[in-house]
Nanobody, 124 residues
Framework: QVQLVESGGGLVQPGGSLRLSCAAS????????MGWFRQAPGKKREIVAA????????FYAGSVKGRFTISRDNAKNTVYLQMNSLQSEDTAVYFC?????????????????WGQGTQVTVSS
């Protein structure tokens, strides 16, 4: 079983940056596709970015492309989400998730393991 713990959320002004981390325990992440999702109040959980098991393939939602970067360090069993040029619309709880289906899934239902989430608030 994989346990995921997110960190790095907080309050930031518009235009600012945050770096989220997702640390795994229980199993090595090297065979898992990892995704970052977010959920704003009253909205459905949506994919933000995903990264293949080796880090060579990535996916970004259109709303964050060019501003966010997903990366992973399999030696540290950790996945990151660098978020730049943050906007108020990015305010949400951010979750990391893991799946081992062998392809980069973008639906939340394809992910088997989830963290508890970290709050990101973008406000002046």
């Amino acid at each position: 079983q994989v346990q995921l713990v997110e960190s790095g959320g907080g309050l930031v002004q518009p235009g600012g940056s945050l770096r989220l981390s997702c640390a795994a325990s229980g199993r090595t992440l090297s065979s898992y596709v990892m995704g970052w999702f977010r959920q704003a109040p009253g909205k459905k959980r949506e994919i933000v970015a995903a990264i293949g098991s080796t880090g060579s393939n990535t996916f970004y939602a259109g709303s964050v492309k060019g501003r966010f970067t997903i990366s992973r360090d399999n030696a540290k069993n950790t996945v990151y989400l660098q978020m730049n040029s943050l906007q108020s619309e990015d305010t949400a709880v951010y979750f990391c998730a893991a799946e081992r289906k062998g392809f980069i899934a973008i639906s939340a239902t394809d992910y088997d393991h989830w963290g508890q989430g970290t709050q990101v608030t973008v406000s002046s």
